[in-house]
């Protein structure tokens, strides 16, 4: 299992930034792959940035320039630095990390787990 916990969304104004959190306990040794998705009022989720293997990092292009996805190991920790923010960044920011198992025969499991997610609103 794994346990996601986000912090540090809130209200700021268009042209500010935050940097949000999300730290990882449990069986973190398995997770290969985490990212941010946000979901807006009446939109679908949708995958704002990825790191894979800590080392490939994708990004949507609305953020790019804007958003930097780091980790860091020794604390567990996920973060999303977001620059120059827009109104139409507003949204429910939610971490997501995919776990995988491989069994002794070969067979692969994977698991997803999410955070509680942390609204982000942003004032024109």
């Known amino acids: 299992q794994v346990q996601l916990v986000e912090s540090g969304g809130g209200l700021v104004q268009a042209g500010g930034s935050l940097r949000l959190s999300c730290a990882a306990s449990g069986s973190i040794y398995t997770i290969n792959a985490m990212g941010w998705y946000r979901q807006a009022p009446g939109k679908q989720r949708e995958l704002v940035a990825s790191?894979?293997?800590?080392?490939?990092?994708k990004y949507v292009d609305s953020v790019k320039g804007r958003f930097t996805i780091s980790r860091d190991n020794a604390k567990n920790t996920m973060y999303l630095q977001m620059n120059s923010l827009k109104p139409e960044d507003t949204a429910v920011y939610y971490c997501?990390?995919?776990?995988?198992?491989?069994?002794?025969?070969?067979?692969?499991?994977?698991?997803?787990?999410w955070g509680q997610g942390t609204q982000v609103t942003v004032s024109s």
């Open positions: 997501h990390a995919l776990r995988t198992i491989i069994e002794d025969g070969g067979a692969v499991h994977e698991y997803d787990y």
């Open positions: 790191i894979t293997h800590g080392i490939d990092i």
